[in-house]
């Protein structure tokens, strides 16, 4: 066994630190030449637990990461002699910004000339902010009580008290003389080299049960046995901070021989340290050799054993008190309790701790701070007995700081930087060494396909010159690498090293796979004379390897490796680019044809890495963004777009027949003449059946544009409308569209027989609209800027000229043409027509949406229509029905049309159903789908929640945030919704946004 006097002679005798880093003061940084003591202080980190800071011989002893965590440091520089002027200073805590290298801890201090002895204490803070420290003997009257309800109390793992002493008495009475001088000539700081002690004791206790044992006592054998309880027995009550190298205490009070007792472990309440293992290996020989434990145990330990007539250890570690005493019979012991067979009849087994140390003069068993014991004990036998036990009884201490002669200097500008996958970071430092004794190395590794463990941060640029560094993410490691090492972001440990000096960098840093595309939403005015306009730059950035176009789709053609040409409806455009595998670069598109009208492409790009695999498939995941370029034609004339959504209600003159969710068809991307969008409800048209009866037609198969049931009134007026909204006939108009002639009309609608030949108003309902083929579910309608009206009701003379802001348009389905009031027009009867827009390009786009208030937008930029699920939760209560009040449905301006839907059973539509229990009360769920441009969600219409006893508008009209996306797989499409979910108490009455559980 190594004797502690050797190993308490090799903590004093320590060479002095000749070099020191340009860190400053603690916390006002001054400059170098300000600070003239360095303090060194060890730092154990996660691994180190058996090597030192610098050199693998010289290891820690049995202490782990915990034990050796400093939470608090303060120090205290005495003047010796009058000599010199008292400092005290709390220094922060080991951190980046403070480390020498990543296991010792500096600290640059000021401190006026003189000489002194040097204090370092560690995880004191409480016991020192109550006691008045000014001189060195009120440090050495500073005591550390373990009782109860005292400062600090029994020692805890991750706070152990610990000191540095500047001179260590030794037993054979030498002593490490510990000042240190400062003086005004000095030119490099003075050093301290705080290696710290532990002030208590570590004991590491094993206690094994083995029916198999052959001298084991029957009853124990056939009954088992389970420890109860462990108890400290005389422990010291208090102890000094300081340690003074005292082994023996001939002066014991009756107080102190007396001790008290301690509370380790109770297995009733769950309380103390202590786990049972089943599986261990136990090696005797370890018991002199360091850092090596008799007994090795296998697995994760449990609060009690599974079967206490099996074979088990009982393994706890405890923190006690130092003790010296003056006779054997007041050394601190260990009190086991244990019970025979689950029984309440107690054995208690004892076992004495301490040692007798070979250099002390006296027989008396020593237990001295900065000691580690490892007790292996077993019990075979019933009784109060003390126990027969192996004991290892080994150093237990930090690792040792060691020397630096070379008088190296080394400084960096910061402690931390960060960087990504596109951002690096530069350090400058400064150095005496020569350019050839600076390396660098990051100890943060990740695990790379194919190469194994890489740093992850690289030095990519290092100018001697001028003293700077640049730090990058390693390329060689993949986004994947990182991925799959659940490392994307992270810091990592980064140093710098001249000579034997290394600074440690914390550099935080961050791969999350991005890919990113600006602009995605593109747009090219078509003037072939203009080439420059012709072409827009499209600029991407990512860390996954690059960019890659579509593949795999039809209206793509390759024209080369770097360039496609992509078709759709009238409108070509070119898409290319040179480099493709950058991380940084950009791609060009180039309009190549007339679209004839605004025509919008749409593709996906992605990144050439992939992120992961699809769980399900197995098939590679890609960043992806979505680019939407749109054509426009040359400037020229107005264009005037309109479409209506969310309008499947059969106008019957005076009303409307009932919702047709059934009918309702999601949005459709293809382009042509057969689309779910041209399904808007307007298409009023009658047929006749096999008895020449005219019937309605059906909407079930019909994807096709009607045209004919879509006109745009285009006039421009003079003079108001009534108060009561009815028009003014002295009013004067003038007509841009022209007659309507009833009598060419092969149309046969819904208003056929109400709509008679000598139908009045003619130039009402204006010119019919074109199928926009290039945008499904839009109509449009053209008509030259400088127009000139075509026609007048009155007496004007003079035509007028179209204007935006003056000329007014109407929009409708042609039907009850007589009465001039129906569901399918806006602006409605009466109302003031919508005003022709003012906008750069000539284009405006008009979208209707009777549930929506208000029931017509006008957009510079065709909008995007998205399908919506609002889902809502009501409480105890069904919606059975909704309903909205629109339009105006009577001559007088006075009735309004109603939109309804009593069947609230249409899958994936208009559908209730039970969403689950919470508190005692049953939630519903209802789903309804409906149309509504990108972003503006909000509806008027009214829901009925259990028949007509509640009626509530949806979401009280407000533009509730999407939650999320679902995909509903209907007639073999898969079809994107938008979810937005709200929560209707019907007790309260009030509405909630999202879920209600």
Not at 219 to 239: C, E, F, V, Y
């Amino acid at each position: 066994m190594k004797r502690l006097a050797d190993i308490l002679l090799s903590l004093a005798a320590l060479l002095l630190l000749a070099a020191c880093t340009d860190d400053a003061d603690v916390y006002n940084t001054p400059a170098s030449s300000e600070g003239n003591l360095c303090v060194y202080v060890p730092v154990t980190r996660e691994g180190d637990e058996v090597t030192s800071s610098l050199d693998p011989s010289n290891p820690t002893y049995n202490a782990s990461v915990d034990e050796c965590k400093i939470n608090d440091l303060h120090l205290y520089a005495f003047p010796v002699g009058g000599n010199g002027t008292f400092l005290s200073q709390e220094l922060p805590s080991p951190e980046a910004s403070n480390m020498l290298d990543e296991k010792v801890a500096s600290y640059r201090l000021k401190i006026k000339p003189g000489t002194y002895r040097v204090y370092v204490v560690a995880n004191m803070k409480d016991v020192l902010d109550v006691n008045s420290i000014t001189t060195e003997g009120n440090l050495k009257n500073v005591v550390l009580s373990y009782q109860p309800m005292s400062k600090p109390g029994m020692p805890v793992a991750n706070n152990i008290p610990m000191i540095y002493e500047p001179a260590t008495k030794a037993a054979d009475g030498t002593t490490t003389d510990g000042t240190i001088t400062i003086k005004n000539t000095d030119t490099t700081p003075q050093t301290v080299v705080a290696n710290l002690r532990f002030t208590c004791v570590k004991v590491c206790l094993n206690l094994i049960y083995n029916p198999e044992d052959a001298d084991m006592h029957s009853a124990l054998k056939s009954n088992g046995l389970q420890i109860t309880d462990i108890i400290g027995k005389r422990l010291s009550q208090q102890t000094s901070l300081l340690w003074d190298g005292k082994f023996t205490n001939t002066n014991v009070s009756d107080d102190y021989a007396k001790g008290f007792d301690s509370p380790l472990y109770d297995a009733e309440k769950s309380t103390g340290n202590g786990s049972y293992y089943t599986s261990w290996t136990e090696t005797k020989e370890n018991a002199n050799v360091n850092n090596e434990d008799i007994i090795t145990v296998e697995g994760e330990g449990v609060a009690k054993p599974a079967d206490s007539k099996q074979k088990w250890l009982f393994r706890a570690t405890y923190y006690l008190p130092e003790r010296y005493v003056a006779q054997a019979s007041q050394q601190s012991a260990l009190k086991i309790g244990g019970a025979v067979g689950g029984s309440a009849i107690k054995n208690s087994y004892n076992i004495n701790l301490g040692h007798h140390d070979e250099s002390s003069t006296t027989e008396v068993p020593t237990l001295p701070r900065g000691t580690y014991y490892e007790i292996v004990g077993r019990i075979k036998s019933l009784g109060n007995i003390d126990l027969d036990c192996v004991v290892g009884v080994e150093p237990w201490q930090m690792p040792i700081i060691d020397v630096d002669l070379n008088h190296t200097t080394l400084w960096v500008s910061k402690t931390s930087a960060e960087v990504t996958s596109l951002q690096n970071a530069i350090i400058d430092y400064g150095t005496n060494a020569d350019a050839s004794n600076i390396t660098f190395g990051c100890d943060t590794k990740v695990e790379a396909t194919g190469a194994g463990e890489l740093p992850v941060v690289i030095v990519s640029e290092h100018d001697p010159a001028k003293k700077s560094l640049i730090f990058k993410i390693n390329p060689a490691i993949s986004v994947a690498d990182f991925t799959k090492a659940n490392a994307l972001k992270g810091t990592a440990k980064v140093w710098i090293k001249a000579g034997n000096i290394k600074k440690y960098l914390d550099v935080s840093y961050d791969v999350t796979p991005y890919f990113k595309v600006d602009p995605v939403d593109i747009v090219i005015f078509y003037d072939k004379d203009n080439t420059a306009e012709l072409t827009k730059v499209v600029k991407f950035t990512t860390n996954l390897g690059g960019i890659q176009f579509p593949s795999d789709r039809s209206d793509w053609k390759k024209l080369s490796d770097k360039e496609y040409e992509v078709k759709y409806a009238q409108s070509t455009i070119r898409i290319k680019c040179d480099n493709t595998n950058v991380a940084d670069g950009t791609f060009t598109i180039t309009a190549k044809s007339n679209p004839e009208t605004t025509t919008t492409h749409v593709f996906t790009v992605k990144s050439i890495d992939a992120v992961g695999k699809d769980a399900t498939t197995g098939k590679d995941i890609y960043k992806e963004q979505q680019v939407r370029v749109t054509v426009r034609p040359p400037k020229g004339n107005y264009i005037i777009y309109m479409r209506a959504i969310n309008d499947l209600a059969w106008c019957n003159g005076g009303g409307t027949e009932e919702y047709k969710h059934s009918l309702m068809l999601d949005e459709d991307s293809r382009i042509g003449n057969v689309n779910n969008n041209w399904r808007d409800g307007w298409w009023e048209a009658q047929e006749q059946d096999s008895n020449n009866n005219w019937q309605n037609v059906t909407w079930d198969n019909d994807l096709s544009p009607h045209p004919d049931y879509h006109f745009v009134y285009v006039y421009t007026q003079i003079g108001e409308t009534n108060a009561d909204g009815t028009k003014d006939e002295n009013n004067t108009e003038w007509y841009f569209t022209k007659q309507y002639d009833k009598t060419a009309d092969k149309r046969h609608t819904v208003s056929h027989d109400k709509d008679m030949n000598d139908y009045k108003g003619k130039w009402w309902p204006g010119d019919m609209m074109t199928a926009d083929n290039n945008n499904p579910g839009w109509y449009y309608y053209s008509i030259s800027v400088g127009a000139k009206s075509v026609g007048v009701n009155k007496d004007g003379k003079a035509q007028k000229t179209i204007k935006p802001g003056q000329t007014l348009l109407v929009f409708s389905n042609g039907t009850y043409l007589d009465a001039g009031f129906q569901s399918h027009r806006f602006t409605h009867h009466n109302d003031p027509g919508i005003t022709l827009f003012n906008y750069e390009d000539n284009e405006g786009w008009y979208l209707y949406d009777p549930l929506s208030d208000p029931y017509y937008r006008v957009y510079d930029e065709k909008p995007t229509v998205v399908d919506v699920e609002y889902t809502i939760y009501t409480k105890n209560k069904k919606i059975t029905a909704w309903y909205s009040l629109f339009g105006v449905n009577s001559g007088d301006g006075k009735g309004k049309f109603t939109m309804w839907c009593n069947k609230s059973n249409v899958p994936n539509e208009f559908e209730c159903e039970e969403y689950g229990k919470k508190d005692g009360n049953t939630w519903y769920k209802t789903i309804l789908h409906l149309k509504a441009p990108l972003g503006e969600y909000d509806k008027i219409l009214v829901l009925k929640v259990n028949g007509d006893e509640i009626h509530t508008t949806l979401f009280d009209g407000d533009n509730y945030p999407v939650s999320g996306t679902v995909t509903r797989t209907i007639n073999g499409r898969n079809n994107v919704r938008y979810v937005i979910e709200g929560s209707f108490d019907t007790v309260t009455k009030k509405w909630s946004k999202g879920a209600p559980f």
